[in-house]
């Protein structure tokens, strides 16, 4: 355990991106602990569909109209009707660190009754190092090289470190799999950090998840996948990034193409995901220009 003791918010240093396609009335259970903190709405679906967001919170919010006269011909890489339509709300923000959530979830409670302040958990994961590469809050760490299912709909990260890799992929309308977007992003961020040697966490903390979502609607948006992983796990588990990748960027760049190589005979699909992979940087370089150079 670290001895550091963090601050309890960084009011003025983390946005909370949220996709949704319904009211966000689940923002009264946070209130508490979200207030204050500036929010994205990714409103996906209908554009024209006013999402009612309750009084009192700071928030921007697109929709796929925002999305394509922000980004215009890189608008290709953020997916529609898919909850993967988040990391656009990662590339837009101006913050350093980032936490996700979706409009599902709500807030647990400790055994006492009291309820668990999430958001500030994730503070104290950001900013104390895992151990040394890779830890599980719940029990012990593992070894650099081990995956992990990330999960977008409760998800904290340092957006300067790491932002540029966290990329959900092509999925939804138009394409063929869904709901594996977190998990995409979850693989490649991870096969980059290893080779960065920068620190990740799993487990605590917890969200009450109460799915919205129908499990048969799901099963047809991720059966494809349930047969695809069985060659996709392996390829990142054997991985090699290459010595001159030495920033986040050029990794993920690199990822594209070694993608396009290493999976695309087994759907055409991912020739299109590693297009969309370097549509995300090319996007995220449009709205995340370099610092110039000191003379």
Known sequence: MSSLT???????????VIPTIRDLG???????????????????????????????FDYELYTRADI?????????????????????GFMVSKKRYIYTIDDDCFVCKKPSGEDINVLEQHIHNL???????????????????????MCGMNLAFDREVIGPAMY???MGEGQPIGR????????????ICDHLGLGCKTGLPYVWHSKASN??????????GIFWQEEIVPFFQSLQLSKESTNTIDCYLELADKVRKGLGHIDPYFDK???????????????????????
């Open 68 to 88: 394509e006269r922000i980004l215009g011909k890189n608008a290709s890489a953020i997916s529609f009707r898919d909850s993967a339509c988040r990391c656009f």
């Open 168 to 170: 959900f992929g092509l």
């Open 6 to 16: 963090p601050p309890k918010e960084l009011k003025s240093q983390l946005d909370i």
């Open 215 to 224: 499990p048969f609607a799901n099963l047809r948006k991720e059966y494809k």
């Open 273 to 295: 995901l590693s297009d969309g992979m370097v549509a995300w940087i090319a996007g995220w370089q449009q709205l995340n220009p370099p610092a110039p150079k000191a003379a």
């Open 180 to 191: 594996y977007d977190d998990m995409w992003a979850g693989w490649c961020s991870k096969v």
């Open 26 to 56: 689940f923002l009264e259970m946070w209130r508490p602990f979200f207030q204050g903190y500036h929010l994205i709405i990714i409103q996906d679906g209908d554009a024209n569909r006013k999402v009612a967001v309750p009084p009192g």
């Open 127 to 149: 900013l104390t190092p895992s151990t040394p590469f890779f830890f599980n809050t719940l029990y012990d760490p593992f070894r650099e090289g081990t995956l992990y299912p």
